[in-house]
Structures are given as structure tokens and as C-alpha cells.
């Protein structure tokens, strides 16, 4: 009997490769916008005469990063529910999906504070605390993906 549960929960906890290319992909353009932000943010702006304000790019990157974070978080639950659920019923790898899985969950928990803060030290800080743990999403993502084979 627990062979037969065993089977199906390795069965659905494989996505198929379809889906992990749009996952891919998604996640790549997700990053290569928020890096890109980060890098006009802190390193191209420019003096207008007003002192430094940001480049034109940037609100087109944030709007485009921010209706990506829409698609991201409806994957997010797709693959809650299809890849990390019987992956944590069988504790496969448990402790490499809870660190990827954390870090994402750490993202998504600084987005009210970007858009919703009005103390602009707080919002600042929840600014860098993003953009810093996107940028280090890579490393934890690579673990999870070498970990695996």
C-alpha cells in the first residue's frame, strides 16, 4: 500500500518539461528585470538639475516586473500544490525546498511595504531588503536545481 501512495506522490510531484521551461523562463525575465532595476536605480541615475532622479526605463521595468509578480505568484501556488506539497509528505529534500520556498515567501513578504509605506526610511529599507534577496534568489534557486540531479 505505501508503494502504491509512494508511486503517485513521485508522480505528480514531477513537473513536466513544458511547464518548468515557462517556469524558467517567467523567473528569468522576473530576475533580469528586478536586476535591471537595481542596476538604473543605483548606478545610472541622473542629475536633471533637481538632483539624481531615476531614468525614464525604470518605471517601464517596474511595471513590467510588477505584472510579472502576478503570473509568478499564480505558478507559486501551482507548484505549491503539485511539486512542493507531496515533496514535503515524502521528505524529499525537505530542507532544500524549505530554503528555496523561504526565500521566496521572505520576497513575497516585502511587497506590502513597497507599495503601502509611506515612512520613506522604511520604505527604503524594504527597497534594498528586496532587491537584495531577488538578487540572491539565484543562488538559492541553482542549490535547489544542482541538489536535485
Do not use: C
Amino acid at each position: 500500500m505505501l508503494m502504491v501512495n509512494s508511486q503517485k506522490y513521485s508522480e505528480e510531484m514531477k513537473l513536466n518539461k513544458k511547464l518548468k521551461r515557462y517556469i524558467v523562463i517567467i523567473l528569468s525575465l522576473m530576475y533580469g528585470s528586478g536586476f535591471s532595476i537595481w542596476l538604473l536605480k543605483n548606478f545610472f541615475q541622473v542629475d536633471q538639475g533637481m538632483g539624481l532622479e531615476p531614468r525614464s526605463q525604470q518605471i517601464w521595468l517596474l511595471r513590467f516586473h510588477g505584472t510579472l509578480s502576478f503570473i509568478v505568484v499564480m505558478l507559486l501556488g501551482y507548484v505549491l500544490r503539485a511539486h512542493i506539497m507531496p515533496n514535503w509528505r515524502l521528505r524529499h529534500k525537505i530542507i532544500n525546498g524549505f530554503a528555496l520556498s523561504s526565500h521566496f515567501l521572505l520576497i513575497l513578504l516585502t511587497l506590502p511595504f513597497l507599495l503601502y509605506s509611506t515612512n520613506e526610511n522604511l520604505k527604503t529599507l524594504f527597497e534594498q531588503t528586496h532587491a537584495y534577496l531577488g538578487l540572491l534568489l539565484i543562488i538559492t534557486f541553482s542549490v535547489h536545481r544542482i541538489a536535485k540531479k
